[in-house]
T-cell receptor, first 113, second 109 residues
């Protein structure tokens, strides 16, 4: 039973660049949520996608966008990177948008220099 | 004031000790409550849900007090493997999960 997978595991970018992070949900799950975790803090909710539609959005600027594909995988895009975007980006999947049993992937560690 | 507040710790306890973590939340419209566990440089994993009636899972007991907007987690007979960061989670609007910053626990032999 494949769990949540994310790629890449690590990424280094420079300010102003754009980045795309990828997530494949746990087998059988149809909902993907994205979180940003800065060192020493808990994860902060960015987006939730279900049925290829955005079902929730946290307090993040428009530089952050995401989409979900027919196979339920998802991409998170961040444009015009800032130093403050350096964080661990976590993807979590669940069965349905109101299921609170979320399974997290190992995350993508993004460093912006 | 943060939406979900936790004592960051660290809590350093000997094996076999009982330790309790507290969490307060500010939004009275909060719907569901959880404790997650996060090991160093790993992803968070659901530990248990929290209900007003209280719930117990082995050595772990969670409690919710809606009137005081307060959640607790009690760990009895601590094991070395309990060393981790414990994240308090509050949800509302059905899909918006708010995490606390976490409480770090180290259990020592």
């Amino acid at each position: 039973d494949a769990g949540v997978t994310q790629s890449p595991t690590h990424l280094i970018k420079t300010r102003g660049q754009q980045v795309t992070l990828r997530c494949s949900p746990k087998s059988g799950h149809d909902t993907v949520s994205w979180y940003q975790q800065v060192l020493g803090q808990g994860p902060q909710f960015i987006f939730q996608y279900y049925e290829k539609e955005e079902r929730g959005r946290g307090n993040f600027p428009d530089r952050f966008s995401a989409r979900q594909f027919p196979n339920y995988s998802s991409e998170l895009n961040v444009n015009a990177l800032l130093l403050g975007d350096s964080a661990l980006y976590l993807c979590a999947s669940s069965l349905g948008p109101v299921s609170y049993e979320q399974y997290f992937g190992p995350g993508t560690r993004l460093t912006v220099t | 004031r943060k939406e979900v507040e936790q004592d960051p710790g660290p809590f350093n306890v000997p094996e076999g000790a009982t330790v309790a973590f507290n969490c307060t939340y500010s939004n009275s419209a909060s719907q569901s409550f959880f404790w997650y566990r996060q090991d160093c440089r790993k992803e968070p994993k659901l530990l248990m849900s929290v209900y007003s009636s209280g719930n117990e899972d082995g050595r772990f007991t969670a409690q919710l007090n809606r009137a005081s907007q307060y959640i607790s987690l009690l760990i009895r007979d601590s094991k070395l493997s309990d060393s981790a960061t414990y994240l308090c989670v509050v949800t509302y609007n059905n899909n918006d999960m708010r995490f606390g910053a976490g409480t770090r626990l180290t259990v020592k032999p």
